[in-house]
C-alpha cells in the first residue's frame, strides 16, 4: 500500500481507503476485490453539484462547495438515484422473464430524491495518474441510477483505470422546457439540465480525479442507450469541449436524427403546466417530487427525453453541426447491437407489419429486402435500423468526417438457451463491466467474449485505440466500412448498408 492509501478502522470494524491531496481534503472510501483478488478502493456517493431542489429546480446545477479538510469525507455509501418510477427494474424483470428468472432477480429501485447529484469512483491506486473511464447510464433519460449491479467499475479498475459513475436528473426534472424557463436563463434556453449536470459532473473530475490517482488529461466518456445518446450531444457541444478526451457510444445513435427544437419543447412544458394546473413555474416549483412524476406520468406521451436544440447546448441540430465540423474532434467508438428491438416487438401479425411500413420513404423495397425472414424479426431488424444501426452510422461517418479516429462494433452474441430475444438491447453491458448477472446463462465462450471486450474498451480509454494483443484487429471507420463484430468469433467485416440506404430521406 503506497504512503497516501491509508486504511482507517471504523466502528463495526470495517475499513475505509483515504484519498487526498497534499491539501490534505480526504474522502473515505471502502476496499472491495475484484475477481483476481486485487484490490480496489471504492468511493461512493460523492456530491458534485448542489441540491437542485426548491427554487434551484429547473436551473443550472451549482459546483459544490468544497467539503473540510478536517474530517474525512464518508464516502462508503450509495446515494438515492433521481426521482424516477420502476420502469428500470421492469426491464430487468422481463429479461429476466425471457430467460425463466422469476422477477425477484431483478434489481429493485433504490431510494430516490431530487437531490441526487452524485458520483461514484472505483480506483486501483490513488498515487497514480491512470486513465479515467466516465459512465453515463441508460434509462430513456427517465429512469436509471449510477451504481445499478451491472455498472459497477470494480473489474475496469483493476485492469488500471479510474472508474467513475454519475447522475443526472431525469424526466420531467432534468428535461422540461418551459418560455418562463427560458426567460430566466442568460443563455435563453431550457429543457436541458440532465446534460448540463452531465457537464457538471466533468467539471468536477477535471477539477478533483487526481485526488484518486485519475489522469484529468484522460478522460474517456462511455454509456449505453440514453447515457449513449447523451455522450453523442457532449460530443457536439461547445460547453463540454476540453472536458473529455474520448467517448465510447453503446447503442445510442438517434441523436443524428434529433431536430426537436426549444421552440416545441417549450410548447409541451405549456401544455404540461396546464396538465398540472398550476398557475406558473414558481407554483409548480412548490409542487411535491412525487406529485410532479405522476402528472408526468400520465401527461408525456414519449418515453424518451433528448434536449433541444437551443442554440447554446446545441448550436443546431447535430446532423448540421457534423455535416460543417463544428465540433472538437475526438476519438470515438460507435456501436449498436444486432437485435435491439427484438425484445419489444411483442405480438407480431402481418397488420403490425403493414403497419410499420407505413411512413417510410421506401416501403416496397424495405418489405423486399426483408420479407424472407419470420415477422418478429423484420420489426425487429426495422426498428433497430431506424433507431439504432443507421443513426449509429451517420455519427460514425460525421465524425470521421471531421478528423476523429472512429471505430463500429456491432454486438452479435446471443447468450445460449432459448429466450428468443438474441443480442437484446443491453446485452453487451455485462461484458464491458464484467458484472455477468448469476442467473444469466453464462459460459466460457461469454468469458472469453468479455475479456476481449473489455481489453478494447481499457485500451481505447488509455490509448485511443482500441486494439490490443489478445484479440482480432479492430480497423478504423473509413472507406471499406468495416464493422467489428463482437461475436464468438470476433471479426471484422463489411457492413451491409442496404437497409439503411433504403431508410435515408
Not at 467499475?153 to 447522475?167: F, K, N, P, Y
Not at 425487429?380 to 449509429?392: I, R
Request: aromatic share 10%; proline share 8%.
Amino acid at each position: 500500500m503506497n504512503r497516501r492509501l491509508a486504511l482507517l478502522a471504523i466502528a463495526a470494524a470495517a475499513s475505509s481507503a483515504i484519498a487526498h491531496d497534499d491539501e490534505s481534503l480526504n474522502y473515505a472510501g471502502s476496499s472491495v476485490l475484484a475477481k483476481s483478488g486485487a484490490e480496489v478502493m471504492r468511493f461512493s456517493g460523492i456530491r458534485f453539484a448542489q441540491a437542485p431542489v426548491g427554487d434551484w429546480r429547473w436551473r443550472a446545477p451549482r459546483p459544490a462547495a468544497q467539503p473540510s479538510a478536517d474530517l474525512p469525507v464518508d464516502a462508503t455509501q450509495w446515494p438515492p438515484a433521481c426521482v424516477q418510477g420502476h420502469d428500470n427494474t421492469e426491464w430487468y424483470e422481463g429479461v429476466a422473464a425471457a430467460f425463466g428468472q422469476p422477477p425477484e432477480v431483478a434489481p429493485s429501485r433504490p431510494e430516490i430524491a431530487e437531490d441526487c447529484l452524485f458520483l461514484n469512483i472505483w480506483t486501483p491506486d490513488v498515487a497514480s495518474r491512470l486513465p479515467v473511464m466516465v459512465w453515463i447510464h441508460g434509462g430513456a433519460n427517465v429512469n436509471g441510477w449510477s451504481f445499478e449491479p451491472n455498472y459497477r467499475g470494480r473489474e475496469l479498475a483493476a485492469m488500471g483505470a479510474v472508474v467513475v459513475s454519475i447522475q443526472y436528473r431525469l424526466g420531467v426534472f432534468g428535461f422540461l422546457a418551459h418560455p418562463a424557463l427560458t426567460a430566466e436563463s442568460p443563455h435563453a434556453s431550457s429543457g436541458n439540465y440532465g446534460i448540463l449536470d452531465q457537464i457538471e459532473a466533468l467539471r468536477w473530475i477535471q477539477a478533483n480525479i487526481a485526488r484518486f490517482g485519475g489522469d484529468p488529461a484522460n478522460v474517456t466518456l462511455f454509456g449505453e442507450s440514453a447515457g449513449a445518446g447523451d455522450i453523442a450531444y457532449l460530443l457536439l457541444s461547445p460547453l463540454a469541449d476540453g472536458l473529455f478526451e474520448r467517448a465510447i457510444s453503446q447503442s445510442g445513435g438517434w441523436p443524428a436524427d434529433q431536430r426537436r427544437t426549444l421552440a416545441e419543447n417549450e410548447a409541451e412544458g405549456v401544455a404540461f403546466l396546464r396538465r398540472a394546473q398550476a398557475a406558473g413555474i414558481d407554483e409548480l416549483r412548490r409542487l411535491p417530487a412525487a406529485s410532479l412524476l405522476a402528472v408526468a406520468k400520465e401527461h408525456f406521451e414519449r418515453d424518451y427525453d433528448d434536449p433541444p436544440v437551443d442554440g447554446w447546448l446545441l448550436p443546431a441540430p447535430p446532423a448540421d453541426l457534423l455535416a460543417r465540423k463544428a465540433f472538437e474532434p475526438r476519438s470515438v467508438i460507435v456501436g449498436f447491437n444486432a437485435d435491439e428491438s427484438l425484445m419489444y416487438v411483442g405480438k407480431a401479425t402481418p397488420e403490425h407489419w403493414q403497419k410499420a411500413l407505413e411512413g417510410l420513404p421506401n416501403p416496397p423495397p424495405v418489405a423486399n429486402l426483408l420479407g424472407d425472414v419470420p415477422i418478429p424479426q423484420r420489426l425487429d431488424e426495422l426498428a433497430s435500423a431506424t433507431q439504432y444501426t443507421c443513426p449509429s452510422i451517420a455519427l460514425a461517418d460525421g465524425f470521421r468526417a471531421g478528423g476523429a479516429p472512429t471505430y463500429v462494433y456491432r454486438f452479435d452474441r446471443i447468450r445460449p438457451g432459448s429466450h428468443g430475444i438474441g443480442a437484446y438491447h443491453g446485452a453487451e453491458i455485462p461484458y464491458v463491466f464484467n458484472t455477468h448477472d448469476a442467473w444469466l446463462p453464462t459460459d466460457a465462450t461469454d468469458h472469453d467474449l468479455t475479456r476481449r471486450m473489455m481489453g478494447y474498451w481499457f485500451n481505447f480509454a488509455a490509448t485511443g485505440d482500441p486494439n490490443h494483443d489478445e484479440a482480432p484487429v479492430w480497423p478504423r471507420w473509413g472507406d471499406a466500412a468495416l464493422v467489428l463484430s463482437l461475436a464468438e468469433e470476433t471479426q471484422a467485416d463489411a457492413w451491409d448498408a442496404r437497409l439503411c440506404s433504403l431508410l435515408h430521406r
